[in-house]
């Protein structure tokens, strides 16, 4: 159940909602988990035991480094076995299966595939569950002694299955606030937030999504060079608003709970460089990385090599994070190469620079994309490269440029702060009419195409 589909729009959202306000002040957190379940159980009711497990586990041990604060070693143990107990569940459901393909074509074994299905949103709610362990451990926040308002926290809906990572201590005292959480302002603003994230997932993400895919099914040894970066350009903007505009929905639906959740995208489409890039782009995940892999393991504190190993080691986990592929861990390692080279040599030429420092950006970004795009094996990923840098014929660009061409056109103008700076000037200017007339119009027009259309996806589902 997305969030871009009628089935939550019209069924699940509302009663939730009414469940949620109805509920008394003290009973809005155990509401707020039972409806959450029921949201995530919707999905994938045979795996609800293993988030039970991942939100009974980090209690119990953050109760425990609570209790045993004097204690170092006791302590020391206890943040080992967060480690292995998070880690542990991500890796058996998400990497086993690539460990035993790769082992086998290695030593020519023949072990079995456990062909698991992974759990949804396990990337995100484990990192969640650590993080709030690891603040534990830290004593940046206190052990939670109340089982639901953790449970609450985990299994919030709006951002349960695909994120913004959401840390505790960044919602811990809203979640003890009980009355007067949330305002007619907040719910207001949540709103027109959801409707906004819907427009971006529903009229975009969809609209120009449906290019690659059909790019897909001729075969990238069919297309030509120009078809090809047609597809990297549709691909880029696709992940773009299909996941901003999920995280948009969610901040809006947090919103709606009476929950702040930290922005997750900031206009990466207009960044002078890979580094300003990762600044602005998935913001929570680079930031938990940040925070809990980068600088434990020194920062940029202890020389330039030491800096160089810690960006290595980050963004090879950042790669293998989104999939168990080969082409994801070269995403990763494209990234770290790309970073350390503005590192050493870049980062004052582009300072300085005005426009060639965007076209060098959104170069390599895309390219960044085709790497990420094309997941069915280096076999196949070779192939589109080899269409997109020596110049081949094959199926002409045209027919697609006539078909896909509004759509990509407004997908770039969206990409930019001017629809942004409209809509806050709507709001700054209090117009509420015409506000509610454009959100209005914005609704009206996902839900026609969502009625008229079968073809919906979401691609972070897959992480």
Not at 90 to 117: E, M, P, Q
Not at 140 to 168: K, S, T
Not at 192 to 209: C, D, H, T
Not at 380 to 392: E, H, R, T
Request: glycine share 8%.
């Amino acid at each position: 159940m997305i969030f871009s589909s009628l089935l939550f729009i019209f069924r699940f959202l509302p009663i939730a909602l009414a469940i949620y306000y109805l509920a008394p002040a003290k009973l809005k957190n155990l509401a707020l988990f039972l409806v959450s379940i029921f949201f995530y159980s919707w999905g994938e009711v045979r795996y609800f035991p293993i988030m039970l497990a991942c939100i009974v586990g980090n209690y119990f041990i953050a109760i425990f480094l609570g209790k045993n604060q004097d204690k170092p070693t006791v302590r020391r143990w206890l943040l080992v076995l967060t480690l292995v107990f998070n880690l542990g569940m991500l890796f058996f459901f998400k990497y086993t299966d690539f460990f035993i393909i790769n082992i086998n074509a290695l030593f020519g074994t023949s072990i079995g595939l456990l062909r698991l299905t992974l759990p949804l949103g396990i990337s995100f709610y484990t990192f969640q569950t650590m993080s709030y362990t690891l603040d534990v451990y830290r004593g940046e926040v206190e052990p939670e002694r109340n089982i639901i308002d953790l449970g609450a926290y985990v299994v919030m809906f709006p951002q349960l299955i695909a994120g913004p990572i959401v840390l505790y201590k960044d919602v811990a005292a809203q979640l003890k606030v009980h009355k007067n959480r949330y305002t007619l302002s907040e719910i207001d603003a949540g709103i027109g937030l959801f409707v906004l994230g819907l427009a971006k997932k529903v009229l975009l993400a969809n609209s120009i999504g449906a290019l690659w895919d059909d790019i897909k099914v001729l075969g990238y040894a069919n297309i030509s060079t120009p078809l090809a970066w047609l597809g990297a350009i549709a691909f880029t903007l696709q992940i773009y608003f299909d996941f901003s505009g999920y995280s948009t929905m969610a901040i809006g639906l947090g919103k709606m709970l009476g929950f702040n959740f930290p922005l997750n995208f900031n206009l990466p489409y207009i960044s002078r460089s890979i580094t300003d890039f990762w600044r602005r782009w998935h913001m929570t995940l680079s930031g938990w990385f940040r925070e809990y892999l980068y600088i434990p393991l020194g920062g940029n504190r202890r020389g330039m090599k030491r800096q160089v190993l810690n960006l290595f080691i980050v963004w090879c986990l950042t790669g293998f994070w989104h999939g168990a592929n080969w082409n994801f861990l070269l995403w990763g390692f494209y990234y770290f190469v790309l970073l350390t080279i503005e590192k050493l040599w870049l980062h004052k030429p582009l300072a300085k620079g005005k426009v060639w420092p965007h076209i060098y950006a959104l170069f390599f970004i895309v390219v960044g994309w085709a790497i990420f795009a094309v997941d069915t094996g280096m076999g196949d990923l070779a192939m589109f490269f080899s269409k997109l840098f020596i110049p081949q014929g094959g199926i002409s660009a045209g027919y697609f440029v006539r078909n896909y061409g509004l759509s990509l056109l407004l997908g770039i103008v969206c990409s930019t702060p001017y629809p942004g700076r409209f809509y806050h000037k709507l709001c700054r200017q209090k117009k509420e009419v015409l506000r509610i007339a454009f959100l209005a119009v914005l609704l009206l027009v996902s839900i026609a195409y969502l009625v008229d259309s079968t073809y919906n996806p979401f691609i972070y589902f897959r992480f």
